[in-house]
């Protein structure tokens, strides 16, 4: 794993089983980091506008449509093209804290809203809004949908008017929020269900949490209101966050959460840290820790069980292992047959931020099998080198993996790759989004830049 641009460790192949790898590892088959020749158009369309320093496929372009908006989160554009992202303001998460990477914090405002008025690819006007920010945020049914950490609210909107001019209304509250992971991220179905990402408290559910050889709490009471997902109606206000709501467990931290065009829900997953630091007589090499556990992408369902804490992703192993705190040694799956394993996974600390399912015609047609997942960037592969600063893209068939993830963006921290540390790292990809024109929308929380890709000109390309 030292060499991160040619690590492929994507796998899933039947839908329900701890998956076992298809192309990878000992295959020997050619893992593309960019689009094959085979599968992308004859011949790509040339790129007009520059690609904004960022390395994308032949055909692609990026602009920056807005810049230094500070601590950007997540993204939603809606219909006419007016762009929402949240602002990260609760406090630093305790990765941030960590690696030292927050650089103050954002403005007293939830979230901003820009428009473009003159079609030039840049936001011209730019509003910020609200005093309390996070990272979620949706649009569904007329209205905007904001995480401002213990809660979710709404505001009704219009195409007619940029700041949103219903007032502002409580989806959820009394969302917990102390310690830990603090992004409540959302995805609103179809149906209208409010599903909402309630990150672990803790590393690993010890009884002294990131201490060496701290036992892990047995049963993991942390369960019962964290690290899973949890399901509401996003057309009631005034629900109450409850432990009955709890749609999936087991999830350590589903920063991306998205809805596929199937309606099945999909999420990634933030791997658990510091196997090596905290346990050192089982796990005695660094290079270990820095490589597991595997991030991943999991087809959520009710009741699902996906094993966090008890579990964890072992690249060697290919499968979930029992994890220290509970009595493994980075081989026994004792309390782990039974827990859900990923579609799908990618190198260890990588971040996983955010997951796109594309819909659009603008982008050639393979993109629309499979998914974009932005990579935030590790902080906690030392001393092997930080990696991951980059958007992904999986293809996936029927819910399963039908070929090795592909690096789509890269660049993003505008440093050599063996130089990169959090904390240096001029932008690190978290948002994504589609826009009405086909185009993607990009976050990055350590510049605030809003990047947005386009395939040639910009235009949809004719059907095909």
Excluded at 313 to 318: F, L, S, T
Excluded at 363 to 390: C, D, K, L, T, V
Excluded at 424 to 433: D, E, I, S
Aim: proline letters at 6%.
């Amino acid at each position: 794993m030292h060499d991160s641009s040619t690590i492929r460790l994507t796998l899933g192949c039947a839908a329900g089983l701890l998956l076992a790898a298809c192309s990878g590892g000992d295959s020997g088959a050619k893992r593309p980091d960019t689009v094959s020749a085979s599968s992308a158009a004859a011949t790509p369309p040339a790129c007009t506008t520059g690609t904004a320093q960022l390395t994308l496929p032949a055909g692609f372009c990026a602009t920056i449509f807005a810049d230094s908006i500070t601590h950007a989160r997540h993204v939603a554009v809606a219909s006419n093209g007016d762009v929402y992202v949240t602002l990260e303001g609760t406090q630093p998460s305790t990765e941030k804290q960590i690696s030292g990477a927050d650089k103050g914090a954002p403005p007293p405002a939830s979230f901003v809203a820009l428009r473009d008025t003159n079609h030039d690819g840049r936001a011209d006007i730019v509003k910020r809004i609200g005093s309390i920010g996070n990272t979620g945020v949706a649009l569904a049914n007329g209205f905007l949908y904001v995480d401002e950490g213990k809660q979710i609210v709404r505001y009704a909107r219009s195409d007619s008017a940029l700041a949103p001019e219903g007032k502002r209304e409580v989806v959820v509250s009394g969302i917990p929020l102390s310690g830990g992971h603090r992004a409540r991220n959302i995805a609103i179905g179809g149906d209208g269900a409010l599903y909402l990402n309630v990150g672990s408290k803790t590393n690993s559910c010890q009884q002294k949490d990131r201490a060496n050889e701290s036992p892990g709490v047995d049963p993991c009471t942390e369960l019962e209101t964290r690290a899973g997902m949890w399901k509401y109606d996003a057309n009631k206000t005034g629900q109450v966050f409850s432990a009955k709501a709890r749609f999936a467990t087991g999830i350590r931290n589903g920063m991306g959460i998205a809805v596929a065009p199937d309606g099945k829900v999909y999420s990634t997953q933030h791997g658990r840290d510091q196997l090596n630091q905290n346990w050192p007589k089982i796990f005695p090499t660094t290079k270990y820790s820095a490589e597991n556990p595997a991030e991943e992408l999991m087809q959520v369902n009710q009741g699902d069980d996906f094993g966090w804490p008890y579990c964890y992703y072992a690249v060697d192993e290919k499968k979930l292992v029992d994890a220290p705190e509970y009595g493994g040694d980075g081989k026994k799956t004792d309390r782990c047959a039974s827990k859900k394993g990923p579609v799908a996974v990618f190198p260890g600390h990588w971040a996983p931020m955010s997951l796109l399912f594309y819909t659009g015609t603008a982008f050639p047609e393979r993109y629309r099998s499979g998914a974009f997942i932005a990579f935030h960037g590790s902080w906690n592969r030392a001393p092997e080198p930080q990696a991951g600063y980059r958007v992904v893209f999986q293809p996936l068939t029927n819910g399963a993996t039908s070929g090795d993830y592909e690096t789509f963006a890269s660049g993003f921290a505008a440093l050599p790759d063996s130089t990169i540390q959090p904390g240096t790292a001029k932008h690190r990809p978290t948002g994504l989004a589609q826009a009405p024109d086909g185009a993607l929308f990009v976050t990055d929380d350590a510049g605030g830049r809003i990047y947005r890709v386009t395939y040639g000109s910009g235009a949809a390309p004719a059907a095909r």
